[in-house]
């Protein structure tokens, strides 16, 4: 909490000294419109995600063995998630990609809040020292994620659409997959078949980017078509 309302500080100092703004053009204030737009997004990805759950399920023949519900695991899953994705919202799309927004275009500041995100994730998964490839992967998948959620603030004008993109699907991987701190707090896998090395390889990108590639285009729909968004 305390990097949280440091965070916030930060973004305050930032905003007032080189823009001459507050908190308040990050969209951050809930309202209807903003809520409607976190729900959106929330609902949204969850759908996806657990499509994309299943897809690999019948893909990989994964074998899910579903465990008891621990409401208080959850409860402390959900407010982790929501803690932790507001913290990166804020660093990553927020005072900073609002100000490059201004100073350099549109285009270019979503372009590099989406690559130190991917560098982000790296460090933050652990990932020093590894192959290149996982490295570049990784980079590649959670950049792409980043775009998406830059993408929608800066069409929406507020960090809530992206930040309920962030919540729904960091919440649906913790229910299936091994994460810490929560992890796997509704099923756990039991088995599942091996492919080749070549169509694992090809799954991996799949499972990695469809959600976000179904998502930008989502978004970009519904922006286009729906002005009450």
Known sequence: MIGLLV?????????????????????????????????????????????????????????????????????????????????????????????LISKIGAKRAILLSAFFFGIYHVFSYGMIGNKIIPILYVILVTGFTGYVWAYTFEKTKSILLGLGLHLGYNLVMTCFFPLQPYGEIMFTETSRVNLSEWNELYFALFKGLFPSVVTLIFLKFLLKSNNKI
């Not at 023949?61 to 913290?87: D, E, P, R």
Request: hydrophobic share 60%.
């Open 7 to 99: 965070i916030i500080v930060v973004s305050w100092v930032l905003l007032y000294f080189i823009e001459k703004k507050n908190l308040l053009v990050l969209g951050i204030i809930p309202n209807q419109k903003r809520i409607i737009q976190f729900l959106i997004g929330f609902l949204f990805i969850v759908l996806i995600n657990l499509l994309s759950i299943y897809i690999e399920t019948l893909v990989m023949s994964v074998n899910w063995k579903f465990k008891s519900i621990n409401y208080g695991l959850i409860y402390k899953a959900i407010i982790y998630h929501l803690k932790s994705a507001l913290t990166e919202d804020l660093v990553f799309r927020g005072a900073i990609l609002y100000i």
